[in-house]
């Protein structure tokens, strides 16, 4: 079926560094966005992103975090500076439309030390 | 804003028993509820939805049940098997915000053993 790629599956970054984690949404779908998930906890929304923009974002999307997908390419989450909260499996999904089946990637791993 | 309550945190069941996870919800405006599955390193895989002109919908050997009044729905598994051991999310959605939001439980683990 139609599979979300995330890269990479797990980083370490150095507390005040920027990270930018990627996504490559399914091809055709027009909605993405990222989920956050800290260990043992359920997943929380962070964003949201349609036609360029940010169309819904969280209290947990801090102004550190930005997000854009430019000339179709990966879907970025930009975190800069990072944080040590920060650290949590960051999950990217997309869908054709906001009423349709939402497609997962495999998330991944920042750690923040 | 919607807030959705899994009530199983673990579930262990024998292979060839149902198993069933209930979720509750709080936004009224919610109309889509999906289900998705975890495996170890693994992404969720979408296992079925319900949305909310129905109160009942079966693929296979799974069944998802819609309690509108209630603000409930739940997943039952028939004849569990080996491969079903996952984790298990539910989900909600307000399809007629502009979004597509989803807001999740807390996940179940499952658990079956032969």
Redesign the interface.
């Known amino acids: 079926g139609p599979k979300?790629l995330q890269i990479p599956s797990h980083q370490i970054i150095d507390m005040g560094q920027m990270v930018t984690l990627n996504c490559d949404p399914v091809s055709n779908h027009l909605?993405f966005?990222w989920?956050k998930q800290i260990l043992g906890?359920?997943?929380?929304?962070l964003v949201?992103f349609?036609n360029g923009k940010v169309?819904?974002k969280s209290k947990l999307f801090k102004d550190q975090f930005s997000v854009e997908r430019p000339d179709g390419s990966y879907f970025t989450l930009k975190i800069q500076p990072t944080a040590l909260e920060d650290s949590a499996v960051y999950?990217c999904a997309s869908?054709l439309?906001?009423?349709t089946?939402?497609?997962?990637?495999?998330?991944t791993r920042l750690t923040v030390v | 804003g919607e807030k959705v309550e899994?009530h199983e945190s673990t579930l262990s069941v024998r292979e060839g028993d149902s198993a069933v996870i209930n979720c509750t919800y709080t936004d009224t405006a919610s109309s889509?509820f999906?289900w998705?599955k975890q495996e170890a390193?693994?992404?969720?895989?979408?296992v079925i939805?319900i949305r909310s002109n129905v109160d009942r919908k079966q693929s296979q050997r799974l069944i998802v049940l819609l309690d509108k009044k209630a603000k409930r729905f739940s997943l039952h598994i028939t004849a569990t098997q080996p491969e079903d051991s996952a984790i298990y999310?539910c989900a909600a959605r307000d399809?007629g915000?502009?979004?597509?939001?989803?807001?999740?439980?807390?996940?179940t683990i499952l658990r079956v053993h032969p």
Not at chain 1, 41 to 45: G, L, R
Not at chain 1, 101 to 107: D, I, L, S
Not at chain 2, 41 to 46: A, E, I, T
């Open positions: 979300v909605y966005y989920y906890q359920q997943m929380e929304f949201n349609y169309m819904e999950f869908s439309g906001r009423r089946e939402v497609f997962f990637g495999k998330g | 899994q889509y999906p998705y390193g693994k992404s969720l895989h979408f939805d999310f399809t915000a502009n979004t597509g939001k989803l807001t999740f439980g807390h996940g």
